[in-house]
C-alpha cells in the first residue's frame, strides 16, 4: 500500500520477502507539529483572575491559559493573536462581591 502525502511526505509498506503472508499494519499514528498561537492578552488575564476571586464555588478555577490550547468550558475566545476574552459564561456560579465599575475592558 502506497500513502502519497505530497505537502508533507510519502511512505510504503510492503511484506518482507520471507513472508508467506500479505502486509499486516496493527495501527499507525501520524503527528503533525502546529505551533501555538500567543497566550491570551494580559488585561483579560487580570479580569478574568478578579472574576475567579469572587467565586463561591471553585468548579470554574481551571489551571494554564483560557484560549490556548483549549477553550475553557466557560470563557469564550476570539481568533486574534493575542486571544481576548469575549464572553465568560457566570450565570449560576454564585459570584460573591461587587464587580468594580469601569474595570472591565474585556
Known amino acids: 500500500m502506497n500513502v502519497k ?4 511526505f510519502s511512505f510504503s509498506f510492503q511484506k518482507t520477502q ?16 502546529v505551533p501555538i498561537s500567543s497566550k491570551t492578552d494580559k488585561r483579560d488575564m487580570n ?16 489551571e494554564g491559559d483560557p484560549s490556548v490550547p483549549a477553550e475553557w468550558e466557560w470563557v469564550t475566545c476570539s481568533l486574534n493573536s493575542p486571544p481576548r476574552i469575549t464572553k465568560m ?7 460573591n462581591g461587587t464587580i468594580p ?6
Open 5 to 8: 502525502l505530497s505537502f508533507v
Open 18 to 33: 520471507d513472508s508467506s503472508e500479505g502486509l499486516l499494519l496493527n495501527a499507525i499514528e501520524i503527528s503533525k507539529y
Open 47 to 62: 479580569v478574568l483572575g478578579e472574576f475567579r476571586s469572587m467565586l463561591a464555588s471553585k468548579d470554574l478555577i481551571e
Open 89 to 95: 459564561w457566570l450565570k449560576g456560579n454564585s459570584l
Open 101 to 106: 465599575e469601569g474595570r472591565w475592558d474585556i
